[in-house]
C-alpha cells in the first residue's frame, strides 16, 4: 500500500516533534516535512504535494484558515485535519465549511489520531467525539441560517457584521453615517427576522455563517 505523505503545520516545534513521533508510528504513515508558519506551510504544500495535512490553527504569517483555503482552492485531494486547542464549536463549524476533513483537539488520543487518519483518507470526514454531537447540529444549522442570511437587506447584513465584530450602537451609526436610532431599529429587524433575541446570539450567528471570522 502507498504510504499516506503527511505534512504537519504547526507554530510550536515541541509539538511539531510530539505529533511526528506518534505519526511515525502509524503503519503507512510517512512524514514529508513540517511547517511552523502558515507561508512555509504554503510553499511546502505546493512543491510537494502531501496526501495529508495536520494543521493547526493558529500560526503566524498566515493562519492555519488561510492554509486551508489555499489547500481547498488548489489542491482538492489533499485531506486536512485541524488539531488544535481550540475545542468551540464555531472552530470546527468553521474549518469544516473551508474544506477540512476532520477536526481534532490536541488533547485526544494517539488512537484516536490515528483513526481520524484513516477516516479521512477513505474520504470520510472525521470530528472528535468531544465536539461532533454539537458541532454537527450546528454545523446543519448553518446551512439553513446562511439561507436566512440572503434575505436581509446589504444594510442589515453590514450592521450585523459591526455589531459581531463589537462595535457600539454609536460606532456603528458614526460608521455608517446613520442615526443611533435607525442603527437601534436595525439591530430589533434582525433579532425579529432571525429569530434571536440577544447581541450574543447576534455574534454566534455572524460566526456560524462566517460573517466574521474567528480570532
Not at 504569517?61 to 482538492?76: R, T
Not at 444549522?141 to 442570511?149: P, Y
Amino acid at each position: 500500500m502507498k504510504a499516506i505523505r503527511t505534512l504537519i503545520a504547526d507554530d510550536h516545534a515541541l509539538v511539531r516533534a510530539g505529533i511526528r513521533a506518534l505519526v511515525e508510528k502509524l503503519e503507512g504513515v510517512t512524514v514529508v516535512a513540517e511547517a511552523g508558519k502558515g507561508s512555509e506551510a504554503v510553499k511546502l504544500i505546493s512543491e510537494l504535494k502531501p496526501d495529508l495535512i495536520l494543521l493547526d490553527i493558529t500560526m503566524p504569517d498566515g493562519s492555519g484558515f488561510d492554509v486551508l483555503q489555499h489547500v481547498s482552492k488548489h489542491f482538492a485531494e489533499t485531506r486536512v485535519i485541524v488539531l488544535t486547542v481550540h475545542e468551540a464549536g464555531e472552530y470546527a463549524i468553521r474549518a469544516l465549511r473551508e474544506g477540512a476533513a476532520g477536526f481534532l483537539p490536541k488533547s485526544a488520543a494517539s488512537t484516536e489520531l490515528e483513526h481520524a487518519i484513516h477516516t479521512v483518507m477513505r474520504g470520510e470526514v472525521y470530528i472528535s467525539p468531544e465536539t461532533s454531537r454539537k458541532t454537527l447540529l450546528e454545523y446543519g444549522k448553518g446551512v439553513t441560517k446562511r439561507d436566512q442570511l440572503a434575505t436581509l437587506s446589504p444594510r442589515q447584513r453590514e450592521v450585523l457584521r459591526l455589531i459581531a465584530e463589537g462595535r457600539t450602537t454609536k460606532q456603528i451609526a458614526q460608521m455608517l453615517e446613520i442615526s443611533v436610532k435607525t442603527v437601534e431599529t436595525h439591530r430589533a429587524q434582525l433579532m425579529e427576522r432571525l429569530d434571536i433575541h440577544d447581541v450574543a446570539g447576534l455574534v454566534r450567528y455572524a460566526i456560524i455563517v462566517g460573517l466574521i471570522e474567528v480570532e
